[in-house]
């Protein structure tokens, strides 16, 4: 599929719709308008162009919208009204791939999709830079920023305009980007260099260059934005980063599983609702690590999450963990307290991202 204009009428979920970095076709939601209220999962399913919406509590999904080529990363906007989601025409690769045998990459295909929570559409789709994979937005919603991950850049995408305005050169393949909750900085980690870059969003400068465990994933920042935890895959643990010094303090090793044929691979994470625990997805381990931020050590892990959990999101009471969980195409629900996984449910595809959101009454999710 390519980002091609659609003017024409709204089309059914089934048949899909693909935007181009403008305005573009919408999308009808096909949950009824009785539909409870209670947390909405948003699941972007890689393979199948999709952002799957999920009712965990009911144990379904409820909608499934097609948005293009790749879809990863995902974020909600400041005011919690639309969901961003990162689109990209680079084919999928990954270890053990010859690159040199896939197909050329469809740049036409790349860029930030805008989805409109209320009504379930596909509204916009913006130009955010090469392979986008995954972005955060300033927290006076105004701004993106986005790691473009063929490109070696950071993308700044200028919401008011939809325009980039500007391409500050990082590592190579720049994957897990984080804004430190005061605004200041943006951490990008850079997979293929080892590495966590510091940009100052004020002058877009590079600040900081961490060295870090090997193939380094996601960024999560406490909630008084002090220190920074960086989840290495390759490095089986979880780097602890000083934020105001840019500079890394320490390691939380992940702890293997007696006979387990695969060893723990941090991947996507994020904050407890109290900002106390920090929840690491393992990928390949099946499991989920729960850390102590304050204590800087692994509680414990849970076991038999789903197959190589990725993105992970936590409920708007604190009590449950989802995970997506790409080759077995569903997400699991886990009771944080019982360490047990409630249930999984099947959303087809390979679910990649996720994000967490709460309508409030009247809306169609």
Known sequence: MSLTSSKGPVYRVMLGIVATAAITGCQRSSTPPSAPPGPRVYVSDETGGAVVVVDPDAGRVIDRLSVGKRPRGLRLSADRSRLFVALSGSPIGGPGVDES???PPDRSADGIGVLDLATHRLVQTYRSGQD?????????GKTLYVSNEDAAEMSVLDLSTGSVRARVKVGEEPEGVTIRPDGREVYVTCEADNEVHAVDTSTLAVVGRMKVGPRPRSVVFTTDGALAFITTENGQAVDVVDASQHSVVGKIEMPAKAGAPTPPRPMGAVLSRDGRQLFVSLGRAQSIAVIDVAARKVLKTIEEVGTRPWGIGVSPDGRKLYSANGPSGDVSVVDIESGKVDRRIAVGGS???????????????
């Open 101 to 103: 045998k896939l197909p």
């Open 351 to 365: 679910p990649w991202g996720i994000a967490v959101a709460e309508p409030t009454r009247g809306q169609t999710p």
């Open 132 to 140: 986008p994979e995954t972005f955060d937005v300033a927290p006076d």
